[in-house]
């Protein structure tokens, strides 16, 4: 089993940045790992992806904003948040694709953005 271990949440006022990192317990390196947000009373979306050999894909909505990227030294995934918009309000949770067509899910991480 795999556990993922989210931080880096908080308040920020508009057009400010946050940086979420999510942290496994065992080596990343081989595995595609992303994130999914949740906004208040709204589905869960896919924001970023990122893939062992290090290919990302964002949403639409991310784009030119949010950086996904991992540290496999560190076993962890970030997710750099810039330009930060009050409709980016969500708690965000990471993934990881494991073997055997298993999915280990974070407890995710609630990002506020409001002034």
């Known amino acids: 089993q795999v556990q993922l271990v989210e931080s880096g949440g908080g308040w920020v006022q508009p057009g400010g940045s946050l940086r979420l990192s999510c942290t496994a317990s065992?080596?990343?390196?081989?595995?595609?790992m992303g994130w999914y947000s949740q906004a208040p009373g709204k589905q869960r979306e896919l924001v970023a992806t990122?893939?062992?050999?290090?290919?990302?894909n964002y949403a639409d909505s991310v784009k030119g904003r949010f950086t996904i990227a991992h540290d496999n030294a560190k076993n962890t995934v970030y997710l750099h948040m810039n330009s930060l918009k009050p409709e980016d309000t969500a708690v965000y949770s990471c993934?990881?694709?494991?073997?055997?067509?298993?999915?280990?899910w974070g407890r995710g991480t609630l990002v506020t953005v409001s002034s």
């Open positions: 065992r080596s990343i390196g081989r595995y595609a």
């Open positions: 990122i893939t062992s050999g290090g290919s990302t």
């Open positions: 993934y990881a694709d494991w073997c055997f067509g298993i999915t280990y």
